[in-house]
């Protein structure tokens, strides 16, 4: 009974988490409204982006609070290199150990988190190593991050369970895989 019961929850979490972001498609609407943004307004891409940033600028700290005890040691763990892909608006950079990690490539395409992610990324001291690459991880090409040069990656996926927390801390950490991205 309890494999179908985490069944049944693993089925019903991505619907919680669509019908939570819809809720917020009436403030995001609104908001663009009173400020007269017809460009985002008339763009479903700029528009996607909007509705995601304010609905992420109050469940990124709640998907923290509920990842953290799973997600948060390996991102401590992080050294060398790191590609972090989604950071959104930084919830996790103040974890990175600045004596471990030489350069941090945050891949983050909704330009709508950029402020925020320059905000964490201040606050953590990470200024000086942390660059915020804007685009898709798939758009990324050779022009930020070049074959070889990663160590660690990392990313923390959503998760309304709060005894799940998923995250992953991936492929190179502790040099299980070595430093070569095939």
């Not at 948060?72 to 974890?95: C, D, F, K, M, R």
């Not at 600045?98 to 990470?126: C, F, W």
């Not at 160590?151 to 995250?167: H, K, N, Q």
Request: hydrophobic share 40%; with cysteine; net charge negative.
């Amino acid at each position: 009974m309890s494999q179908l019961w985490d069944i049944v929850q693993h089925l019903i979490d991505p619907l919680i988490f669509l019908v939570l972001a819809s809720t917020y498609l009436p403030g995001t609407i609104y908001s663009l409204v009173v400020t007269a943004n017809s460009q985002t307004l008339l763009s479903l891409s700029l528009f996607k982006d909007a509705w995601f940033a304010r609905f992420w600028a109050v469940q990124g700290p709640l998907t923290r609070q509920n990842a953290s005890v799973n997600a948060g040691p390996l991102i401590q763990l992080a050294y060398g290199t790191v590609l972090e892909i989604g950071p959104g608006s930084g919830e996790w950079v103040h974890l990175y150990d600045k004596s471990q990690v030489s350069k941090v490539y945050g891949v983050e395409p909704n330009k709508d988190h950029h402020e925020g992610l320059r905000r964490k990324i201040k606050e953590a001291g990470l200024s000086d190593i942390y660059e915020i690459v804007p685009v898709g991880v798939e758009e990324m090409g050779e022009k930020w991050v070049t074959r070889g040069e990663v160590d660690c990656v990392v990313t923390v996926s959503a998760s309304f369970l709060p005894s799940e927390g998923a995250f992953l801390l991936g492929g190179w950490a502790g040099g299980e895989y070595g430093t070569d991205m095939k």
